[in-house]
């Protein structure tokens, strides 16, 4: 099993950046998918961006190409999602999450959550 805390959100202004972390506790780190998915208020959780265990290749929501990067750093047992030119409609819960499985872009394919972090981005 993998024990999952979010942590770097906050409030900022359209056009601005956050970094977001995820620290992951749990023998088989390294063997695990690692994803971001977002909730915004009365909407279902959506996928953002994934890394595979397999080849630690990146993979990311058409959405988001080109403004968000996710890279994780296995002798840390961390995961980060640097957020850039952020829009008002990027706002919501950020939760990460692991999976056995690559390439998950659905949230059923994952099996372990954090709590998840709050991203505000303002207008």
């Known amino acids: 099993q993998v024990q999952l805390v979010e942590s770097g959100g906050g409030v900022v202004q359209a056009g601005g950046s956050l970094k977001l972390s995820c620290a992951a506790s749990?023998?088989?780190?390294?063997?695990?998918?690692m994803g971001w998915f977002r909730q915004a208020p009365g909407k279902e959780r959506e996928f953002v961006a994934g890394?595979?265990?397999?080849?630690?290749?990146?993979f990311h929501a058409y959405t988001v190409k080109g403004r968000f990067t996710i890279s994780r750093d296995n002798a840390k047992n961390m995961v980060f999602l640097q957020m850039n030119s952020l829009r008002p409609e990027n706002t919501g819960v950020y939760y990460c999450?692991?999976?056995?499985?690559?390439?998950?872009?659905?949230?059923?394919?994952?099996?372990?959550w954090g709590q998840g972090t709050q991203v505000t981005v303002s207008s």
């Open positions: 999450a692991g999976s056995r499985r690559v390439g998950v872009l659905s949230q059923s394919g994952y099996n372990y």
């Open positions: 749990g023998r088989t780190f390294s063997s695990y998918t």
């Open positions: 890394i595979n265990w397999s080849d630690g290749g990146p």
